[in-house]
């Protein structure tokens, strides 16, 4: 494991606390197989199944191993396949497929009618198979393809609130798998179509889709990511195309600033065969 960046509260598993722009290997002796970032904390899933936290814990979002913040690893709990971190709060999925999360559950955003501060991974649904972090919310996806959504946003609005009861809101079927930044997600269907759904913040999903019903994006995608005011698509044919705020090139149109439409970055099957003929 690598780190490199801001360390304001250790979550560089290294360094003390101390920033460093040089990626250096992190102070954890494990073979790590998932790693996720959130705000200022890291949480990593060793070959072993076990899950380790670094960083910010003032919402105990990595467990009562340590205080405040912590500098070097500590182990969080057992038997987890895969993490995902957000602002002050932690999912993870265990080998059973039961979803948990850990830390900050105000606006009951991971747990229904239970503490505003989870010290412990708390039960969010079973038989889950992917899970993704936003700021104050996630999106999941169950072994059927089912979408879910839990977060402080009331999702038919999406706008700042309350949270949602039930936490869990049902979001569509068919899904592989989904992505969220602040106001906005990216959903990838099974079938390759991709539907958007937020308040179109930095036009990055190219209209508002609010009211419970995604809107269609594109088809035929193999993969999908959602940033800060920006998503990407990845076709088949191995094109990637940027929507949203261009503010720092992002877009990769060798341009900086202003609003991008479904910009073209590079189609990877000319990149790899032109890189074959180097």
């Known amino acids: 494991l690598w780190t490199v960046g801001i360390n304001n509260f250790g979550q560089l598993g290294r360094n003390g606390r101390t920033d460093d722009p040089v990626l250096r290997k992190a102070d954890i002796d494990r073979h790590i197989v998932d790693v996720a970032v959130g ?87 079973n038989n889950v198979d ?43 079927d068919g899904v592989k798998e989904a992505y969220l930044n602040t106001d906005d997600m990216i959903i990838l269907c099974k079938n390759g179509d991709v539907y958007g759904y937020g308040l179109n913040t930095g036009n990055c999903l190219g209209a508002t889709h609010t009211g419970g019903n995604p809107g269609l994006l594109a088809s035929d995608a193999v993969s999908c990511a959602m940033g800060y005011n920006f998503s990407a698509i990845l076709y088949r044919d191995g094109t990637i195309e940027v929507q949203g705020t261009n503010d720092y090139g992002q877009a990769g149109n060798g341009q900086v600033g202003g609003i991008v439409s479904r910009s073209e970055v590079i189609r990877l099957t000319e990149y790899l065969r032109k890189k074959e003929q180097l």
């Open 39 to 125: 705000d200022d904390h890291l949480v990593v899933v060793d070959d072993q199944h076990v899950m380790w936290g670094v960083g910010h814990n003032n919402y105990q979002q990595i467990g009562t191993g340590c205080g405040e913040y912590t500098s070097s690893f500590i182990k969080v709990t057992t038997g987890v396949v895969s993490v995902s971190a957000g602002r002050r709060a932690t999912r993870l999925i265990k080998t059973d497929g039961h979803l948990y999360g850990l830390g900050d559950n105000r606006w009951e955003k991971l747990v229904d009618r239970a503490a505003g501060v989870l010290s412990s991974p708390t039960l969010m649904m």
């Open 130 to 172: 992917f899970c993704a972090s936003g700021e104050h919310q996630c999106v999941f996806v169950t072994k059927e393809g089912i979408l879910y959504y839990a977060g402080w946003r009331p999702f038919d609005s999406f706008q700042k609130g309350s949270g949602n009861d039930p936490t869990n809101v049902k979001v569509m």
